[in-house]
């Protein structure tokens, strides 16, 4: 199992875990049939040319793009036990943890992982409790064979809590930063003059004292981050990622541009007020 952290701006990073493959003789978990199922299915269903099928795939990406990425990045945790956990301590294994040093500073890598972890987890708990109450509602969709189960598959998929599997391994130091060269020469290509990433605390954002956060990757890279890297799936994870990272810089452009107007005017009245006053 590898964990790939990668600075998207000089405030984000992507976090995504590679899963080992699995062992020979070895029965899949019920997440993991189920997982592999949905995914199977989707893929077939976006390759059709047409029909309900292919129309139901492509509303449903639009949707599941909004998902936040941090969520589709913890979700690519596998589900741990404690059985798994105690062998893990006992053999003390550590998992490589890939990341541009000439990017992130090694130092912020554990604190950039456990802000992942931590911060989410009640937002995780609370949509773990929601998919298990939603489920009852949703299995009645298996009887019908025409209409497909995807609130049932969607549920058991967001119950798997990937933030607590993240969370256990940084409690017991079960994690080894790396920065491979490729890795570093990846950044150096997309993007050879974006500034560096810089882990801020949330004081700093409230209080201003942190600096303005900007862009590392740039839109186009996905695919180059996934050749790169070697894992397929990180093109699609990556893409999401800055599309909602752009996205949100956009409408908050937006905001400010609305807000400045309004400033402007209390001034100009808080001027006049004053200009009054000394007359």
Not at 231 to 254: I, M, N, P, Y
Request: hydrophobic share 35%; glycine share 4%; net charge positive.
């Amino acid at each position: 199992m590898r964990i790939f952290l990668l600075p998207l701006t000089t405030r984000q990073a992507l976090i995504y875990c590679q899963r080992a493959p699995a062992k020979p003789n070895v029965t899949p978990s019920i997440p993991d049939r189920v997982t592999k199922k949905v995914t199977e299915t989707w893929a077939q269903w976006e390759a059709a040319k047409g029909g309900w099928r292919k129309t139901l795939v492509t509303y449903g990406n639009q949707g599941l793009k909004r998902i936040p990425y941090q969520e589709w990045g913890l979700k690519s945790f596998p589900p741990s036990n404690p059985k798994l956990q105690a062998e893990q301590i006992a053999d003390n294994k550590k998992f490589d943890v890939v990341y541009p040093g000439n990017v992130m500073h090694k130092d912020d890598v554990p604190k950039v992982m456990a802000r992942l972890a931590k911060e989410r987890k009640q937002l995780h708990w609370n949509r773990f409790i929601g998919s298990m109450v939603a489920m009852p509602f949703t299995i009645p969709f298996v009887l019908v064979p025409v209409i497909p189960n995807i609130p049932f598959f969607y549920a058991a998929y967001r119950s798997l809590k990937g933030s607590d599997h993240l969370d256990f391994i940084l409690d017991h130091r079960l994690y080894r930063p790396v920065s491979p060269p490729e890795i570093e020469e990846l950044y150096e290509q997309v993007a050879p003059d974006a500034p560096d990433f810089n882990y801020v605390t949330a004081s700093q954002v409230t209080d201003g004292s942190a600096p303005p956060e900007k862009m590392i990757l740039p839109a186009d890279s996905h695919d180059l981050v996934a050749k790169t890297t070697g894992v397929v799936e990180l093109s699609g994870e990556v893409e999401r990622a800055v599309w909602q990272v752009q996205r949100h810089f956009e409408r908050e452009k937006k905001k400010q541009a609305q807000q400045q107007p309004a400033q402007q005017s209390t001034q100009e009245a808080t001027n006049s007020e004053k200009a009054g006053k000394s007359d």
